[in-house]
């Protein structure tokens, strides 16, 4: 069984930055790729981040483009988004996740094609 944990969110003034990090046990995830998702109260849960296994692609939502970035240590099982010039309409609970077949060579951005999930963790941006 995969267990994945985030961290690394918090409250943040608007500008600011976060890193947060997921943290897999119960497989390697270096044969896998893996996506970063948000949920904003309200709101249908939404792709922010994906990455090859290799970390040779990356992918983001537009709207993150330029002030995030998912990179990820295989050697350490873990994922990783660096989150700047953050903003209040980025406050959402956020989640990683583990694509569901091994050696997808570009991360989806659909959640149906991601078999374990994290628990969620607060990004809270004031303004």
């Known amino acids: 069984q995969v267990q994945l944990v985030e961290s690394g969110g918090g409250l943040v003034q608007a500008g600011g930055s976060l890193r947060l990090s997921c943290v897999a046990s119960?497989?390697?995830?270096?044969?896998?790729?893996m996506g970063w998702f948000r949920q904003a109260p309200g709101k249908e849960r939404e792709f922010v981040a994906g990455i090859s296994r290799s970390s040779s692609s990356t992918s983001y939502l537009d709207s993150v483009k330029g002030r995030f970035t998912i990179s990820r240590d295989n050697a350490k099982n873990t994922v990783y988004l660096q989150m700047s010039s953050l903003k209040p309409e980025d406050t959402a609970v956020y989640y990683c996740a583990v694509d569901r077949y091994a050696r997808r060579v570009v991360a989806s951005k659909s959640q149906e094609e991601y078999e374990y999930w994290g628990q969620g963790t607060q990004v809270t941006v004031s303004s």
């Open positions: 119960g497989r390697s995830l270096s044969s896998y790729a």
